[in-house]
């Protein structure tokens, strides 16, 4: 288990860089949600391929499988006093990495179909582009965090019941959660979404470090019991 605990810890400060790499390099290095015209999107794509093939894999990939190692830890971790909220937790997480690991791939397959296809029709290519980004923002959530806002709420509400974690914590993953769920309604995802993503980034990077912080206590606590009992003996 406090392996686990461990690979949960890193999982966890990993999707916060991750997560904040991407706003970075999609909205102030390539600004690319200011760009509406489908022409210039899919230019700056096939222009940027390999930034946006590399921040495609970090974001949405590599994050996807690092979510499937923290919603096990938080599982071991929590289960014994939240079972059923716990199971559906952990079934909603495994649901959300599997939805971003498919958008990652989508997005990243699509960009590989539409370069070649862009100089010699760059018409078509932003056509092509718009239904591949259709599916990739589909799955990837982009029209509301309700997974990963169900996710977040469901542990932080059975983090409440067990104890087993900062009180302060599982109240910002409240509102978190709270916010992602609420993004799904039309009018205010655009604005709610970010404010998701930044909140869970600050809760990611707090749940790493307790995560790290209780493997290091487990760790050592077997030498703190045998040096006991060389005491008692």
Known sequence: MKTLQKFGGFAALYMAVAHLMGIVIFLV???YLSI????QKVALTVNNQVIVFATNLLMYVFFGFA???LSLALYERLKSGAPTLMQVATAVGITWAGSLIASG???NAGLAAIAPLYPQDPAQAALTWQGIETVANGLGNANGEI???VWVLLLSLAALRTGELSRSLNIIGLGVGAVGIISLI???TD???GVFGLGQILWLIWLGIVLLRSHQSISRRPLNLAVEGQGLS
């Open 36 to 39: 509406t015209d489908p022409a």
């Open 191 to 193: 604005s709610l979404i």
């Open 186 to 188: 039309p009018g205010l």
């Open 147 to 149: 997974l990963g806002g």
């Open 67 to 69: 979510l499937i190692v």
């Open 105 to 107: 791939m989508v997005a």
């Open 29 to 31: 290095v390539l600004d």
